[in-house]
Structure formats: structure tokens, C-alpha cells
């Protein structure tokens, strides 16, 4: 990955992170706690993922990985901001 390139990505992690933190999901909790969701979230959006696939992924992640009990029109929320957030600044 050439500089640039980490350079954009370091910055687009950070604003990304601000927003998941934002949705609050686990009061109180780390800063780095769902930097696996927003790994995952940046990767799809740099292949091309669209909103029903993102929102697919976000579902399990949260459910399989994170215990969450949440509604798939939640999760559909979720990654309509984050595709909003991704094509505003992109």
C-alpha cells in the first residue's frame, strides 16, 4: 500500500470510528472496541459492497461476534449511514 494510500485509509478509519462510537452501542466503552466492524465496513466499501450487503455483515457481526440482540431493519440503519457517510466523503 503505498503512502497515500495508508494515509487515506488511517483518516477514513478515524472518521469512521467516530461515527460506530456515535451509535453508542455499549455505554462506556473503549474507543477501539468495534474496530473489527470498522475494518470490516471500510474493506467492503473500498471492494464496491452495496448497502444490503454491508448490512448483511453488520447484522452478523454484531449478533455472532458481539451478542447483540438487533433487529435486521437496525442493522439496515446502521449501514445506511455508514454507505451515506462513505459516499459524502468519497
Do not use: V
Amino acid at each position: 500500500m503505498n503512502n497515500k494510500l495508508k494515509k487515506e485509509y488511517k483518516i477514513q478509519f478515524s472518521e469512521l470510528r467516530s461515527l460506530i462510537n456515535s451509535w453508542n452501542l455499549i455505554p462506556s466503552s473503549p474507543a477501539d472496541e468495534f474496530d473489527s466492524l470498522n475494518h470490516m465496513c471500510l474493506s467492503m466499501l473500498y471492494k464496491g459492497a452495496d448497502k444490503n450487503k454491508i448490512t448483511k455483515s453488520i447484522h452478523h457481526e454484531l449478533t455472532a461476534n458481539f451478542g447483540f440482540s438487533i433487529e435486521k431493519e437496525d442493522s439496515a440503519k446502521l449501514a445506511r449511514e455508514i454507505t451515506l457517510w462513505w459516499m459524502e466523503n468519497n
